[in-house]
């Protein structure tokens, strides 16, 4: 795999809707191959902020006084993306917030990665998190810091996981992808901005 076509992303949120529910794109970075910062915007969601999340996320009310606008950021973002294999921590919510979903060939997930959930001995199907994987893996602490997660500390050390395992990694993917595969393009998932609260309502009453 070509260093160029691979781009490491982690994105942050800030709840709106009733309660801070649904989540929305408020942050997001991507880092090449080299860790250097190739996008680092904060940008402001489409409909107002109710939790900012700020102890987790980072993010406060100052941030987005001078945000770029979803729809903005988000052309800018794909145009970076487009073409390029995206690693990551648990990128369903990045893409998501995103309302974009690459074909699976060109995905990178940390979480999934069953190399490195062997590797810090835990279960095959367990969800490790990013803290976790960094602690044991790269003896890094990280998203200690009261203010909350960076994201560009987050998508580099997912980036450093990657390369621990990329040998691996990468003939893994090539024994399980068909031809057919490599024809697929990214699907676009625009929903309605309150249909992850909807959902979680619903799991909740069953």
């Known amino acids: ?3 160029d076509r691979l781009v490491a992303m982690d994105c942050e949120m ?3 809707g009733p309660g801070g529910q649904c989540n929305e794109l408020a942050r997001c970075s991507l880092v090449g191959y080299s860790g250097i910062v190739l996008y680092d915007k904060y940008i402001l969601p489409r409909h107002p902020v109710t939790d900012y999340h700020t102890g987790w996320r980072g993010i406060t009310e100052h941030h987005l006084i001078r945000a770029l606008p979803f729809e903005e950021a988000r052309k800018e973002i794909l145009q970076i993306l487009k073409g390029k294999v995206v690693i990551g921590h648990a990128l369903h919510n990045d893409f998501r917030a995103l309302e974009f979903i690459p074909p699976r060939h060109l995905i990178r997930d940390t979480s999934r990665m069953h190399c490195l959930r062997d590797m810090c001995g ?3 199907k367990a969800c490790v998190p990013l803290k976790t994987l960094a602690q044991k893996l790269l003896s890094r602490e990280i998203q ?17 996981l990657y390369k621990l395992v990329e040998e691996q990694w990468e003939a893994d993917m090539a024994s399980t ?3 057919s595969d490599l024809l697929l393009s990214p699907s676009f998932t625009p ?3 309150m249909q992850g609260w909807l959902d979680h309502m619903m799991d909740c009453s069953q």
């Open 177 to 179: 992808v068909s031809d």
């Open 14 to 16: 800030v709840g709106t």
């Open 1 to 3: 795999m070509s260093p």
């Open 191 to 193: 929903e309605h901005y």
């Open 122 to 124: 835990v279960p095959v």
């Open 144 to 160: 200690g810091d009261r203010l909350g997660h960076c994201s560009v500390e987050d998508a580099r050390i997912a980036l450093e």
